[in-house]
């Protein structure tokens, strides 16, 4: 596996996303992530240029892994990066049944991809995005959650929000 992308809406990325890139990057040659602004999504906390940042501050030890903001088709995004592997994380059986869908679709639109599951690792397999806004939300310590690498970002966009 030369070249791999790793995608998500990242509305924050979470351990849980890092440990998945970790991962895929130990793996690879070069990893891209795709930060996607996710039309289907309408209620995301964070703008798309914001989630990237974060990214890119997360993702900024791995010398091989390159983050970047793309609001077409994954499979479209991979093919122009030259990737032949989509790399996604699963955290349990529903998950599981999205992906297996997922993979289809993009097989189905480029059929040099082929899409590798990576299992959770134990302790982040109830980390989700949208546990991580919450937590936001109601100001709980999000050190358990979070890249410490994004605190002081997500620190400033809160207290912002909140005027
Ligand atoms: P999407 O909207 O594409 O599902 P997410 O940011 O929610 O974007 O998730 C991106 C990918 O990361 C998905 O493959 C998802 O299953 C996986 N993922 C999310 N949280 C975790 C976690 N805690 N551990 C492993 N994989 C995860």
Known sequence: MKVAVCSGSFDPITLGHLDIIARGAARCEKLWVCVSPNAEKTNQMFTPEQKLTMVQLAVAPFPNVEAELYGGLLADYAVERGATTILRGVRNGSDFDAEMQLAAINHGIHPTLDTWLIPASGPYA??????????????????????????????????????
Request: no cysteine; aromatic share 10%.
């Open 126 to 163: 109830h980390f989700s995005s949208s546990m991580a806004r919450e937590m936001i939300r109601y100001q709980q310590p999000l050190e358990p959650y979070l890249p410490p690498a994004i605190l002081p970002m997500i620190q400033t966009i809160w207290n912002q929000k909140r005027g």
